[in-house]
């Protein structure tokens, strides 16, 4: 009771500072509260928080970058920054392609991104096909533009550009199919991110606060960091997202204002008697969040966690769409969904449509891809844990060695052989995922007699996902030998499942 005081009066607080102040208003902003003040701490939101069930059960997420840098779709979402001097290649391109950014600048894109062929039910159908569970589109990135209907941001997509709420129809597609729905929130970078370039727009007195660039005072930073609470209250209380998703948050930003946002989402999930979760990077939210890493190769060690946990990861090599975007093979998408489920987290796999919201078709067929694989071997992904060691095989054995894939251009893996095997749990089942088809056999040494990995119990079935009836076997010192079928009943990967045992 005393906690749920402290977090009301944290909550009332933040309501009415930041009620009425709009970007461009003249006074300055009053500062955010203070959660010390009223005696509120990241312990409190730790006794409270508990990783949502829905998330540890759902694996698969689609995440997405979509925004004005999906317009000249050159380099990456990052083109704000570099078309105003952040890199020269890009500069000269833009330069080259619509003029120089002097005279034509980031704003002048806005009409272009038009979201004119979008229609967020099909993309809700997608996904669900595609078998994920939540779906998290960039609510705004770091270029200051939120995809949502703002009363703080007059620079939003239902202001300017499509004119249309991305994120209000988006939510009610994707939770009319069924699936969660969150936001991710990349703004906190956005005071200090464009650089300036004498004679551009960015000292245009209706775009300056947009560029962040003409006026980077004390008191325009604490301006700033006042509208980031806001927003972000604001996607609490108008899209109730079931994750709020956060990159990393630099150092303008408090730990106070972080506080005093987190508290809000959690007190009004109770009040909407929902599980929610904050998810960021690093030690951004000491509590309250499932803990993100950027890429699958940056996770530090490959082991089973002892917490939830998730990675973001471009299908492609860049995050937004880009005419040169080069995408990973389907394999390897799935080979990483196997690998993230087994260490106990989840794959937040990201998506880059076009300034039209079309969603290209090497990308459809890959998230198909994944719904088929899913439909046949979803049972050892969904709702499973990880067991004591998440694999095996040489891959396993190398734990120096980075992660498949790693690096800017994410190239194919050839390291998931025969021998590489994932496992997952579900009460006393093992599932055993061979990582490429073995051919007349599969073994696994991880349950051979003898083994100090074997569990009690004795092995009594072992079947083959999507494959009718059980499968001959025989255990012996070497490990656990599976006769398989002549017939594969999926591509990419194959699924045991093991019963009979006494798992931990």
Known sequence: MQNSRKLNSVITLALLLIAGLSVGADAPATPPPTPAAAGLSWDDIKAKYHTPEWFKDGKFGIFMHWGIYSVPAHGSEWYVRYMYGGNAGIMQWHTDHFGPPTQFGYKDFIPMFTAAKWDPTAWAELFKKAGAK??????????????????????????????????????????????????????????????????????????????????????????????????????????????????????????????????????QAAVWAKEVSISGKHTDFPAGAVLDYERQGRIDGREVKDFAWQTDDPMGNKFAYVTEIQYKPAALLIHRLIDCVSMNGNYLMNISPMADGTIPQPQQDRLLAMGHWLDVNGEAIYGTRAWKRYGEGPYYDAPQAPFVGQGPDDPPNESYTTKEIRFTTKGDTLYAIVMDWPGEQAVITSLATGSKDLPAGKIEKVELLGHPGALAFTQDAEGLKVKFPAEKPCDYAYALKITGLKLP
């Open 134 to 267: 939540y779906v998290i589109p960039t609510g705004e990135h770091h270029d200051g533009f939120s995809l949502w209907d703002s009363a703080y941001n007059k620079y939003n997509a239902k202001n300017m550009g499509p004119k249309r709420d991305l994120i209000g129809e988006l939510g009610a597609a994707v939770r009319k199919a069924g699936l969660k729905f969150g936001v991710s929130n990349h703004s906190a970078n956005h005071f200090n991110f464009i650089p300036a370039l004498a004679g551009s727009d960015q000292y245009d007195p209706a775009w300056a606060e947009f560029y962040s660039v003409a006026d980077r005072s004390p008191e325009a930073r604490q301006k700033f960091n006042d509208l980031w609470v806001k927003k972000n209250l604001e996607l609490i209380d108008k899209y109730q997202p079931d994750m709020l998703w956060f990159d990393g948050i630099g150092g303008g930003i408090s730990d106070a204002m972080k506080l005093a946002v987190a508290s809000h989402y959690f007190e």
